[in-house]
């Protein structure tokens, strides 16, 4: 039934127009990874520190059950299971790993069904963080990339784990010396994670000519990903919290110094340090630590130069006033 709604939407795509399928695929760029990650890093760095650990707290256990939940289920992707799904444009880019459940389904729930939990922001925002949310979700839908199943069990896990997340945060805000227990318990079970993933079999099926139709190994590259971002967020949440204290009660031109500077540093981070790694160490261990220096650097790295910089300015304008 899951394949006979998507053949459904791809016909209407078919005779619609190119109209609602481009904008339905700038709506899915909303939960891609790279934007989910600059979202939450910007508010994190530029706007509340809270509401940033907040989300950045509960996308990495979105990622981590994402990955868990795909490589135990091992679903293949629509046009897969059958060759009669032809998703639109370049959506197949973005497709990556197994497709039970939908990743930018559960990216979109920690940046926009996470904000949308939040009653402390105003009701009308509430109201379009969660339609952002929704119209993310049936973009993989309608582009052919994700059956409802995958969407609708992606969203609902990833509006859950928000919720937890924002019970983890209330409970921390009280007992704040219970973070270390947090983090010992977060790389516990990435850790536990990364064997699984790797020791596990993967389903190996062949088309009439013998090829293999997906590659298990390369499957599991998502959940061996988000095991390095939640080790790095987790280690950098604790360091920031011990070491740097950083704060976002700033001025407007700190905040944007603070957003051009810091997404410049995260491509930089992204585009030309993670490929060598990659390339030079192959394997799940590749994957980890280039994906643990990206998120290492949006959770410590770069609020820790913000501070160093930060301070060193303010001193020198002091300097500066006390000589006049």
């Known amino acids: 039934m899951d394949i006979d709604i998507l053949l459904g939407l791809q016909e209407f795509r078919n005779g619609a127009g190119a109209f609602l399928a481009e904008f339905l695929s700038k709506m899915t760029f909303m939960g891609e ?21 907040y989300m950045l ?23 897969i299971r059958d060759p009669r799904v032809i998703p639109y444009g370049d959506s197949m880019t973005t497709a990556t790993g197994y497709s039970f459940p939908s990743g930018h389904s559960m990216n979109a729930s920690a940046v926009f069904g996470g904000g949308a939990l939040k009653k402390d922001l105003p009701r009308i925002l509430r109201i379009i963080l969660g339609l952002i949310l929704l119209l993310v979700m049936f973009s993989r839908c309608y582009l052919g990339v994700h059956t409802p199943q995958d969407v609708l069990v992606g969203g609902l896990a990833g509006v859950l784990v928000m919720w937890l997340t924002m019970k983890l945060m209330k409970y921390l805000s009280a007992h704040p010396e219970k973070d270390f227990i947090v983090l010992i318990i977060g790389i516990a079970l990435a850790a536990g994670l990364a064997v699984f993933a790797k020791l596990k079999s993967y389903p190996a099926d062949y088309d009439a000519e013998g090829k293999l139709l997906v590659d298990g190994a390369k499957m599991a590259n998502d959940t061996f990903k988000a095991v390095g971002w939640c080790a790095a967020f987790l280690i950098g949440w604790i360091l920031e919290k011990r070491f740097v204290k950083f704060t976002t009660d700033v001025s407007v031109v700190q905040r944007v110094t603070r957003l051009t500077v810091g997404v410049f540093g995260y491509y930089i981070v992204s585009l030309i340090i993670m490929p ?40 020198a304008s002091e300097k500066a006033a006390a000589a006049a």
């Open 33 to 53: 990874l790279n934007t989910a990650i600059l979202i939450m890093a910007v508010i994190y760095w530029c706007f509340s520190k809270e509401t940033g650990v």
């Open 276 to 315: 060598p790694i990659k390339e030079h160490i192959e394997g799940p261990a590749g994957t980890i630590i280039s994906c643990f220096l990206q998120m290492f650097y949006v959770a410590f790295l770069f609020p820790l130069l913000m501070k160093l910089f930060e301070k060193d300015g303010s001193e």
């Open 57 to 79: 707290m509960g996308w990495c256990g979105n990622r981590l059950v994402n990955g868990a939940l795909k490589i135990t289920a091992c679903v293949y992707r629509p046009w």
